[in-house]
């Protein structure tokens, strides 16, 4: 049983919020790079998709979820617990394997994600990594191993993937796979390509402007 939770942090944690280019909403913004990230969950085969609310209370970012998928109400908590935390509630939903995904990442490749879940075939956890520091996603087997619940690993703090190697036991334990891009900057929506399909509902806002 494999799960994958997209996380959505709001518009008032520090750091999570994406930054929206001129003229183009905030909010519309960031919604538009959570459903696009979703969507890349949700097409996923032998996955079920999630979303992890943190805070809880967010009825517009809920709005992007497929019919009958789990939304996760996570309570408050230091951005470093969030990515473990995350994880033991997709346990407890029936999860053997899972991942957590950042809600910046619209045009996240869904092979990505297959080789964090190959990776995990010999490790108890495997990271993608962020270009400019911070990971896209980090997958488990679960329960999370004692010392993954130990890392306190921020998804967004530049460290986060020193800190998985400070932490783990051994080698084999953490599996590395390919790096990604997250959109947290308008100087980031360049790395988006009009060429490659998906991210529709980022395209579908951005379109007339010159990013």
Same mark, same amino acid.
């Given at each position: 049983m494999r799960y994958v939770a997209v996380l959505a942090m709001g518009t008032n944690a520090k750091g999570a919020s994406p930054t929206a280019p001129p003229g183009v909403d905030a909010d519309?913004?960031?919604? #538009?790079l959570?459903?696009?990230?979703y969507e890349v969950i949700a097409t996923l085969e032998l996955v079920t998709a999630a979303l992890a609310l943190c805070p809880p209370d967010q009825p517009d970012a809920e709005e992007v979820t497929w019919p009958d998928s789990p939304v996760i109400r996570m309570p408050v908590m230091s951005s470093a617990s969030i990515a473990a935390a995350t994880l033991t509630r997709l346990h407890e939903l029936g999860a053997e394997q899972a991942a957590v995904v950042v809600?910046? #990442?619209?045009d996240l490749p869904q092979l990505l994600l297959g080789k964090l879940f190959r990776g995990l075939a010999r490790a108890d956890a495997a990271a993608c990594a962020a270009e400019g520091g911070g990971l896209v996603a980090l997958a488990a087997r679960l329960p999370v191993a004692a010392w993954l619940a130990a890392a306190d690993v921020d998804l967004d703090a530049d460290d986060a993937l020193d800190r998985l190697h400070a932490a783990t036991p051994s080698k084999r334990a953490l599996s590395i796979g390919p790096g990604w891009h997250r959109i947290r900057r308008p100087e980031d929506i360049g790395r988006l390509d009009p060429g490659l399909e998906g991210w529709d509902?980022?395209?579908a806002l951005l379109s007339g402007h010159p990013w």
């Open positions: 519309q913004f960031r919604l #538009a959570l459903e696009d990230t809600g910046d #990442a619209p509902v980022t395209r």
